[in-house]
């Protein structure tokens, strides 16, 4: 063991409390795998009854709580949140406060099963390939990638809402709202562009058209329930064409 990296197995409350601890006073990122409780409150509220997950706690705040399936927690707290750790009635119990919104995540740890924190720092920088950008360019280069007779007006458009990735017109002379998201998408994306649509429905001229297209390599069945839901349409494009 060196002195950024320490591990327990099946640490008792008092031997996980000084390891969570220890990780935060030295930045470290620390893992706890086992058998818990999870419950949220905040602008939505969430139980999971226990069941064994993994609990990854980061020094920038963040807290993900995985279970055996798919890429995404089923719990989590964004960066800039503080961690607490306590031994109450023989449960290991993390909490995670986030004061705006306020928000609490907090872990009831039955049985802990492993116990690990690490130094992950990482100077690199991700070089990404395949951006929104690229997408962008793609459409301004071929706008028929979107649908023909389509012709950009400006790209950023202010909105009340926000800024409009693509802002153009179809052969109808109807205004063409377009979001783009370089992966695949669920009905975050859908409201976001929705949100678009209202505003410009408002800030245009009475009687203007005003149509909304999300453009992303793929969505989820809810996001396309909600297109359809909201009159709004999706194109399939990835950022870069396909070799």
């Not at 070089?127 to 028929?144: C, F, S, V, Y």
């Amino acid at each position: 063991m060196t002195e950024n990296l320490l591990t327990a197995v099946a640490p008792d409350g008092e031997e996980a409390l000084a390891l969570v601890e220890a990780s935060e006073e030295r930045g470290l990122l620390c893992t706890l795998f086992g058998r818990c409780r999870v419950v949220y409150d905040g602008r939505a509220s969430s139980r999971l009854d226990p069941g064994d997950r993994l609990v990854v706690l980061k020094p920038d705040g963040t807290v993900l709580v995985h279970t055996d399936g798919g890429q995404q927690p089923v719990n989590w707290q964004p960066p800039g949140c503080t961690h607490e750790a306590a031994v109450e009635d023989g449960e290991f119990v993390v909490r995670s406060h986030r004061s705006s919104p306020s928000e609490e995540l907090v872990v009831r740890f039955e049985r802990l099963r492993h116990a690990t924190a690490y130094d992950v720092t990482d100077p690199a920088e991700l070089a990404l390939t395949g951006t929104e950008e690229d997408l962008r360019q793609r459409i301004l280069d071929d706008p028929e990638l979107l649908e023909p007779g389509f012709e950009p007006r400006a790209t950023e458009r202010e909105t009340p809402a926000g800024a409009v990735d693509i802002y153009g017109e179809d052969t109808d002379g109807n205004v063409v709202v377009v979001e783009l998201k370089r992966r695949r998408v669920g009905p975050d994306a859908v409201s976001q562009l929705n949100r678009y649509v209202e505003a410009l429905v408002r800030d245009l001229h009475a009687g203007t058209t005003v149509r909304g297209v999300l453009v992303a390599p793929s969505v989820t069945d809810t996001a396309t329930q909600l297109l359809a839901e909201r009159d709004l349409e999706f194109v399939s494009l990835t950022p870069a064409p396909d070799t």
